[in-house]
């Protein structure tokens, strides 16, 4: 832990937005390096142009491999682009429309030159490709955004028609043929004018239609006070539309637009980092929490919501999930009855518990929000979310409403239960701490070189020996996920009041263990201990 964490952040923290654009456009990748290669994590191409990670020729092969793949898929519509306001995502939303107009491909960008979140891209492609639109063709897009990563890095993604992440096939050869190009010298990339090919009014389409998934008007009704902080990222002007559209007693708590990210408070290990669910990093909002009857925040492209109660302060993400998917099957009585409940296998028990209660089938899946994209679009899954603070769910029809993770509509979410129940959505989880029991979760990292990594990715659930974890007898040894049988790049081991999962990082010499226990903290630990002698045994460490 950095012993200013939490703290105000200094001009010696701040990025040179200037230097750091300047790089985007002098550095050129060596595509031999690993470090400067094209890599799809879960959530696209992430790095810094001061790294040479993410540069011109990056996005310049990436764009052009996009233009490829859509062409061998067939999608002939138009490609939503948004980004979101990290200092790279200007840059690279030219550089991308440099090469999707000179290959004539249709691009429809912000009619207000302004931020798009992520999920509001993901609402665009998901209402054009509707069969009632009456559209011959299909749509798909990409989102310029590294999530909540620090200011210095850039970030860019494609989302294919169904609007949500695109698969690991997709994205394996996209990287491909951008690896390709780049050490091709670039020569088969098209170049042309950074100008889009039409607008679209991304902010106007999404507002209207939240009726359809948030009541609203209850609300509004209620009167009660609701602070809204964007953290300086692209949802900052949906907010102030929201409250005005539809008469909320709503105050965006800060509405200033920074690269630099000078006025946030620092992340646990001394970074600017916008991340919404951490105490940390939402420092200024959890301190004024008295000053709400509700308060959220959303990273730099909304796909992830936080949660500030006056009684609790900040909400762990695991909590809330578990409140909001109590509270949403038992209100939303249009939604499927057999229409499961999706969480990602490194996500609260909690969640199990309130699912057995609820008569519902549960739906788990490896790490990763594109999982739940087939179950979103036709029903049979009505939420989705991950541990990381992530999630969506159907309209009140039950019907889709985004297929990529969306922050607005779980933060106003938060704002109807309370209007709804007059509870808070921590007060709710009290009331499932007092049913349940009261789980203590926590993620840590333990070292790993490569090649261990490679070897735990692929690790069977046969590889482990153990027959007992922390005092309790192991009920399951998981290398594939329940719900699809997906392999999940790890591994996942389970007693009756504890589990753990074992995940290579993707970016890091270390593998993370997340770890859950409802028999206290000093049982985690032994969890937490135990796991690591697990897994290093697999790994013949």
């Given at each position: 832990m950095n012993e200013r964490a939490g703290l105000q952040a200094l001009p010696e923290d701040l990025v040179d937005v200037d230097a750091l654009v300047a790089a985007y456009y002098d550095l050129k990748p060596d595509v031999s390096n690993p470090e400067q290669k094209v890599v799809f994590g879960t959530s696209g191409h992430r790095g810094s142009s001061l790294d040479t990670a993410f540069n011109e020729n990056h996005i310049l092969a990436i764009t052009q491999a996009i233009v490829e793949y859509r062409a061998l898929q067939g999608i002939t519509g138009p490609l939503f682009i948004g980004r979101d306001t990290h200092g790279l995502s200007k840059p690279a939303e030219d550089t991308a429309l440099e090469v999707l107009n000179a290959n004539r491909v249709t691009v429809w960008t912000d009619s207000r030159n302004s931020y798009t979140p992520t999920p509001a891209v993901s609402h665009a492609i998901l209402r054009y490709n509707n069969p009632a639109s009456g559209h011959s063709d299909q749509a798909d897009g990409i989102v310029i955004t590294p999530s909540h990563n620090p200011p210095r890095d850039g970030g860019f993604k494609y989302n294919p028609p169904h609007g949500g992440p695109a698969d690991s096939d997709a994205t394996g050869w996209i990287a491909a043929r951008a690896n390709e190009l780049v050490e091709g010298g670039l020569v088969d990339v098209l170049r042309g004018e950074a100008t889009p090919s039409d607008t679209y009014d991304f902010r106007e389409h999404y507002v209207a239609d939240l009726p359809s998934v948030i009541d609203l008007d209850k609300i509004a009704k209620s009167k009660i006070r609701i602070g809204a902080d964007p953290l300086g990222g692209a949802s900052v002007e949906y907010w102030e539309l929201i409250g005005e559209r539809f008469g909320l007693n709503l105050e965006v708590v800060n509405t200033e637009v920074d690269p630099q990210w000078a006025f946030m408070t620092l992340d646990w290990d001394g970074k600017i980092r916008m991340d919404c669910s951490s105490p940390y990093a939402m420092a200024s909002l959890v301190a004024r929490r008295h000053d709400y009857d509700i308060s959220t925040g959303n990273d730099a492209d909304a796909d992830r919501h936080g949660v500030v109660t006056p009684d609790a302060g900040i909400m762990n993400p695991n909590h809330y999930l578990a409140v909001a998917i109590q509270y949403l099957y038992g209100n939303r009585t249009s939604w499927r009855p057999d229409a499961a409940i999706g969480k990602t296998l490194v996500s609260s028990t909690m969640i199990d518990r309130v699912a057995t209660s609820l008569g519902r089938r549960l739906w788990e899946v490896p790490v990763g929000f594109k999982w739940f994209v087939p179950g979103l679009i036709d029903g049979s899954v009505a939420f989705g979310g991950e541990e990381s603070a992530g999630a969506s769910f159907l309209r009140f029809d039950g019907t889709v409403w985004t297929t990529d993770k969306d922050g607005i509509i779980l933060a106003l979410l938060a704002s109807e239960i309370?209007?709804?129940?007059?509870?808070?959505?921590?007060?709710?989880?009290?009331?499932?701490?007092?049913?349940?029991?009261?789980?203590?979760?926590?993620?840590?990292?333990?070292?790993?070189?490569?090649?261990?990594?490679?070897?735990?990715?692929?690790?069977?659930?046969?590889?482990?020996?153990?027959?007992?974890?922390?005092?309790?007898?192991?009920?399951?040894?998981?290398?594939?996920?329940?719900?699809?049988?997906?392999?999940?790049?790890?591994?996942?081991?389970?007693?009756?009041?504890?589990?753990?999962?074992?995940?290579?990082?993707?970016?890091?010499?270390?593998?993370?263990?997340?770890?859950?226990?409802?028999?206290?903290?000093?049982?985690?630990?032994?969890?937490?201990?135990?796991?690591?002698?697990?897994?290093?045994?697999?790994?013949?460490?």
């Open positions: 309370l209007a709804v129940t007059g509870k808070t959505p921590s007060q709710h989880y009290a009331d499932l701490v007092a049913e349940f029991g009261d789980p203590v979760y926590e993620r840590i990292d333990a070292a790993a070189s490569k090649a261990q990594k490679a070897q735990l990715a692929k690790l069977d659930g046969d590889d482990i020996q153990a027959s007992t974890l922390a005092g309790e007898q192991i009920t399951a040894k998981l290398s594939r996920a329940p719900g699809n049988d997906a392999a999940v790049g790890g591994l996942k081991v389970v007693t009756k009041n504890a589990w753990f999962a074992a995940r290579p990082s993707g970016t890091e010499d270390v593998y993370k263990i997340y770890a859950e226990s409802f028999l206290g903290a000093e049982h985690l630990k032994e969890v937490q201990a135990e796991a690591k002698v697990i897994v290093d045994g697999a790994l013949g460490a």
